[in-house]
Nanobody
């Protein structure tokens, strides 16, 4: 059973940076699509970025393009989300998620993902 653990969240000032990690156990990430999502209080969960681990193809939500970068280290079974130029509106719980085996399209739909981590809090505030 694939399990995911996020880390790297915290409190940062506007304009600052954080790097989130999503560590997988129970299976290699090399053949999966992995997504990062976030959910702010009172709002629906939204897709932020995703990556197809096999070839490194990525996609980003418009709200984070040019500021966030997703990457993977398949040897460490870990996916990262480098977040630069953070804004107060980036405050949310961030989750990583993995699609079921056999699905290879990039997606920001929560329903397309099967495995989820527990989330890590990111707070952007002065």
């Amino acid at each position: 059973q694939l399990q995911l653990v996020e880390s790297g969240g915290g409190l940062v000032q506007p304009g600052g940076s954080l790097r989130l990690s999503c560590a997988a156990s129970g299976a290699s990430l090399g053949s999966y699509v992995i997504g990062w999502f976030r959910q702010a209080p009172g709002k629906e969960r939204e897709g932020v970025s995703c990556i197809r681990a096999r070839d490194g193809t990525t996609d980003y939500a418009e709200s984070v393009k040019g500021r966030f970068k997703i990457s993977r280290d398949t040897s460490r079974h870990t996916v990262y989300l480098q977040m630069n130029g953070l804004k107060p509106e980036d405050t949310a719980v961030y989750y990583c998620a993995v699609m079921p085996t056999g699905r290879n399209w990039l997606s920001f739909r929560s329903a397309d993902y099967e495995f989820w981590g527990q989330g890590t809090q990111v707070t952007v505030s002065s």
